[in-house]
């Protein structure tokens, strides 16, 4: 059952099943981004050792991978893989975001890691399999929480002011 905002722009919110896909596939494409990145930043700073450099590779990531949300949200309203999964980011009003809306949709989707890092940190954990399931318990989690929500916003969506719709055409 798709939840949809009455009024001028009534697109529906995409199945739980299409938001996992388009996240997934994001991951994909963001695995090249982050590769690359990765590799510029070895070459410019003479990086030697993987640990060496680390928190400044991670803020240099976090940086890119904000301009890259940021830019495809507000030109547009999708990345390469919600075009594909056909879906979009829009206001609440249907509006196309602004730079800053899209900002802070950035930076508060980090929702969906938080507090699965946090838990890691507080209990420990060092163990990769545990990591790996804490994290994906974390997304699994925060990905059904927009059943919680009558207009199937994830929390990060509702904060910002800002929600998820299905681009396929209407039937």
């Known amino acids: 059952m798709s939840a949809v905002i009455a009024g001028q722009n009534e697109l529906p919110a995409p199945s739980l099943r299409h938001r996992l896909a388009a996240f997934v596939y994001e991951g994909v494409l963001l695995f090249g981004v982050v590769m690359t990145t990765a590799l ?4 410019i700073v003479q990086q030697r050792h993987a640990m060496v450099g680390r928190s400044g590779l991670m803020a240099v990531l976090f940086v890119v991978l904000g301009l890259y949300f940021v830019w495809f949200w507000s030109h547009g309203g999708q990345t390469l893989a919600m075009k594909s999964w056909r879906i979009r980011v829009v206001r609440t009003d249907g509006a ?27 209990w420990g954990i060092q163990d990769a399999r545990m990591i790996l399931g804490v994290l994906l318990g974390g997304v699994v989690v925060y ?22 719709v299905s681009t396929f055409p209407k039937t």
Do not use: K, M
């Open 143 to 164: 990905a059904l929480t927009p059943l919680l929500n009558p207009l199937r916003q994830l929390p990060h969506d509702a904060l910002c002011g800002t929600r998820i």
């Open 40 to 43: 510029f930043y070895a070459g």
């Open 96 to 122: 196309p975001l602004t730079a800053w809306r899209a900002l802070a949709r950035y930076l508060l989707s980090w929702l969906w890691f938080l507090p699965a890092c946090i838990a890691l940190n507080v």
